[in-house]
Nanobody, 125 residues
Framework: HVQLVESGGGSVQAGGSLRLSCVASGYGFSSYCMGWFRQAPGKEREAVAAIDSDGTTRYADSVKGRFTISLDKAKRMLYLQMNSLKTEDTGMYYC????????????????????WGQGTQVTVS
């Protein structure tokens, strides 16, 4: 039974930083892709960043240069370091996992991920 649990959200002023964490359990870290998504009120859930089991990272254009996704396999932890936060970064942030590799732009699609966390709220004012 795969479980993903996020933490680290909160309220921060524009220009500030937050670090989100996601602990994964219930499956072996062999071939996979893990990602961060966010959803603002009244908007669709959108991909923010993803990382493959081989370390390949991908970012949405809106966060490139500001956010960094990383993975600690030993601890089964996924992180999202968010710097230079903007008001438009406000939303519920979700950790997601696909138990297999991603190709092309498939990482952007919520339908490609098998498992989701419950979310952690980020508010930038």
């Amino acid at each position: 039974h795969v479980q993903l649990v996020e933490s680290g959200g909160g309220s921060v002023q524009a220009g500030g930083s937050l670090r989100l964490s996601c602990v994964a359990s219930g499956y072996g870290f062999s071939s996979y892709c893990m990602g961060w998504f966010r959803q603002a009120p009244g908007k669709e859930r959108e991909a923010v960043a993803a990382i493959d089991s081989d370390g390949t990272t991908r970012y949405a254009d809106s966060v490139k240069g500001r956010f960094t996704i990383s993975l600690d396999k030993a601890k089964r932890m996924l992180y999202l370091q968010m710097n230079s936060l903007k008001t438009e970064d406000t939303g519920m942030y979700y950790c997601a996992a696909n138990l297999g590799p991603m190709y092309g732009y498939s990482w952007l699609a919520t339908s490609e991920y098998n498992y989701w966390g419950q979310g952690t709220q980020v508010t930038v004012s």
